[in-house]
């Protein structure tokens, strides 16, 4: 599915992707929104320099370079944004950052401002939803999404919780002008203290392979969080399917 749409539709104002190289459908569909405001695309051409490293773990995968210079995009992005942005995401495109008690960000945000207004920075929790595991009515599985590459996210309702007994990653909004050097899930410099903020509050739904395999599927809670925006949802990823080519029109029917 296009997250892109879910994003805007949550108030994000601009998208920047750092793209070292996509598959045909998805450049279609990024050249799209190119050619708005919406989605900033910054080459990253990486792999021309240097061997980056394919994967998060060192030992593992090598290279030159980490994850294809994963921080180096995320700090560069936040030295772009610090005259232009009040608030900055940062996660991957699989990821959305979802308020459970507000309907946009921003509205979120000025309440949690509100209370913490000495804090740039905010610590969002990642919580996985198995997309082995289908939501069993098929109230979303839309017929003209079936040869559309990628995750139908509305399908996906069951979410797993998170074992607190271990390390769990967490993404983060910043005030950019608060920040001086970010990692993936944390900040390095920053001036005044981060926020963890309530998983009930706001999390981060991630639609992906297990983390804990172990789980029982009866041991999973149910999430419809996203079901609260399907109305604008679906119409707008149709039309951009079909703007980029993916969705013919006898297909939408």
Avoid at 89 to 111: R, T, W
Avoid at 115 to 120: C, E, L, M, R
Avoid at 158 to 180: G, L, M, T
Avoid at 228 to 233: A, I, K, N, T, V
Wanted: charged share 25%.
């Amino acid at each position: 599915m296009d997250i892109t749409k879910q994003l805007r539709l949550l108030g994000v104002d601009r998208v920047v992707i750092y793209n070292t190289s996509c598959g045909p459908e998805l450049d279609r569909l990024l050249k799209t929104y190119s050619r708005t405001d919406f989605v900033e695309m910054v080459p990253w051409p990486i792999d021309l320099m240097m061997t980056p490293s394919r994967g998060w773990l060192f030992s593992q995968s090598g290279g030159d370079l980490h994850y294809f210079g994963q921080l180096t995009t995320l700090n560069e992005c936040i030295y772009r944004s610090m005259e232009r942005s009040r608030y900055v995401l940062l996660n991957d495109i699989d990821e959305i950052i979802m308020p459970y008690k507000h309907n946009s960000l921003m509205s979120l945000m000025s309440m949690l401002q509100q209370q913490h207004p000495k804090t740039g920075v905010f610590l969002i929790e990642n919580h996985i939803f198995p997309k082995k595991y289908f939501e069993p009515s098929g109230r979303f599985h839309l017929s003209q999404w079936d040869k559309v590459p990628g995750v139908n996210i509305l399908e996906h309702i069951y979410r797993e919780a998170p074992d607190r007994s271990k390390y769990h990653p967490h993404k983060i909004i910043v005030q950019p002008r608060s920040v001086e050097q970010v990692s993936v899930h944390e900040v390095l410099k920053s001036f005044g203290a981060p926020y963890k903020v309530p998983p009930d509050v706001c999390r981060i739904i991630h639609v992906r392979v297990p983390l804990r395999r172990k789980l029982k599927f009866e041991e999973l809670n149910e999430d419809k969080r996203l079901w609260d925006f399907h109305e604008r949802l679906i119409p707008n990823v149709d039309r951009a399917l079909k703007r980029a080519g993916l969705l013919g029109s006898e297909e939408h029917k």
